[in-house]
């Protein structure tokens, strides 16, 4: 009988969220992958997502087990079978992206990257060496073998200091163009339904004009939006037992105060006011974006997968929008802050505005994570700059000059 395994989510009575394995049939839990998710939570100060995803990978492994007969504590010897080979096989399982699907499109790239392969080998190589130590009490050098087979046979990450694909992360002038026009309450082009129309034309005007986190943004609650002073309060809620929602949205960076336009302002209170207090569950509640399209949740807090959903409508609404994410819009408020900062401002204040950056951001204050953001800028003046200095033409001006006045000396295509 084949034993089908899933991930169930939970929240504790203290707002405590986690997830655990368990039979999909009968509900049991599994003991040891459980005992070791419970006690790296615990000792480790790990996010809710990243507890999901050492879960995710172990659930992989615990269906590979089944699926080739390893049971780690019901044969005697078992560590004797963890070789070079039995990592190999693993590594080629974990490799191919599973689908639930019955029909399986072979043409589509169905490889994980090595990042995530990466991940999943590393989260089973520390789950089999806590095992057997804790567990099975078995050698050090039994153990040491094993995690030498892993190391030698998962894929090496290289850290990158700079990612040229970050350039096509932010949206051009073009795409924003478009966006704007697409996701008004009122535009033809708008794909949504027209109950959610509203909430999602505040959601992409907040991106826009702010540059925050999808999670920053699900998390912001009515009180946290000062409509007297014009901004928006960012502020940290781990493990709240006011959130009903399971995977909890989370604020990453530090919080902050960002002041806003007072057009977004009224928008959004006109959305409190004519289209959030309309749902039933929006009362129970202070979450600022909620449900409206879902009868049995009408008014409760819009999820991650909701806002997920949101932009995958956008991307098939227009062609030059098929690429967009909810984080482009991040990365195109860096992308305006920088064309701005560098316009407007005296450059012996550049340092401080790239502080003014990081607080926005929600970044420490000597961080260089802007450098992540502002790629896309960088290339658009790198290109600006190649055609004002462009060698070749310059070069030919020199030469025409120096031909009708021979007498005086060269010069760089500088002027020096």
Not at 184 to 201: I, L, Q
Request: a positive charge.
């Amino acid at each position: 009988m084949k034993i089908e395994l899933k991930l169930k989510r939970i929240k504790d009575k203290e707002g405590v969220r986690t997830c655990i394995i368990v039979n999909a049939q009968t509900g049991v839990p599994l003991v040891y992958e459980n005992l070791y998710i419970s006690i790296i939570s615990r000792s480790i100060n790990y996010s809710y997502s990243t507890i999901e995803a050492i879960a995710g990978s172990l659930l992989s492994f615990a269906n590979y087990s089944y699926t080739k007969g390893f049971n780690l504590s019901g044969q005697m010897n078992c560590e004797a079978k963890v070789t070079g080979s039995f990592v190999y096989d693993l590594m080629n399982y974990l490799s191919l992206k599973k689908t639930k699907s019955k029909v399986v499109n072979i043409k589509a790239d169905r490889v994980v990257s090595e990042n995530c392969l990466h991940f999943k080998l590393t989260v089973i190589e520390k789950y089999l060496v806590w095992f057997y130590t804790n567990i099975k009490n078995k050698s050090m050098s039994s153990v040491k073998l094993i995690s030498h087979y892993f190391e030698d046979l998962k894929p090496k990450i290289k850290n990158i200091e700079v990612n040229t694909d970050c350039e096509d992360k932010a949206l051009d002038k073009k795409q924003i163009s478009t966006l704007k026009e697409v996701i008004k309450a009122d535009s033809t082009k708008n794909p949504f339904k027209e109950c959610v129309r509203v909430r999602n034309e505040v959601i992409v005007e907040i991106l826009l004009e702010t540059g925050i986190r999808g999670g920053e943004l699900l998390n912001l609650r009515i009180d946290d939006v000062n409509f007297e002073k014009n901004e928006i309060n960012i502020v940290r809620r781990p493990d709240s037992i006011e959130d009903n929602r399971i995977r909890q949205p989370l604020v990453k960076t530090l919080g902050r105060k960002i002041p806003i336009t007072k057009s977004l302002s009224e928008k959004i209170q006109e959305y409190i006011n004519f289209s959030r207090s309309k749902e039933v569950l929006s009362v129970n509640h202070k979450y600022l974006l909620v449900s409206h399209s879902d009868n049995s949740r009408l008014g409760s807090a819009l999820t991650i997968t909701g806002y997920q959903k949101i932009f995958i409508k956008i991307r098939g609404s227009d062609q030059c929008l098929k690429n967009i994410l909810a984080h482009s819009l991040r990365h195109t408020w860096n992308v305006t802050y920088s064309e701005n900062m560098y316009k407007m401002a005296d450059p012996e204040n550049y340092f401080l505005y790239e502080k003014v950056r990081n607080y926005l951001m929600g970044w420490k204050n000597t961080s260089r994570t802007a450098d992540t953001y502002t790629q896309r800028f960088l290339v658009n003046e790198a290109t600006k700059i190649m055609k004002v200095i462009n060698s070749t033409e310059l070069l030919n001006k020199e030469n025409i000059k120096i031909g009708k006045d021979k007498n005086n000396s060269r010069k760089s295509v500088f002027g020096f």
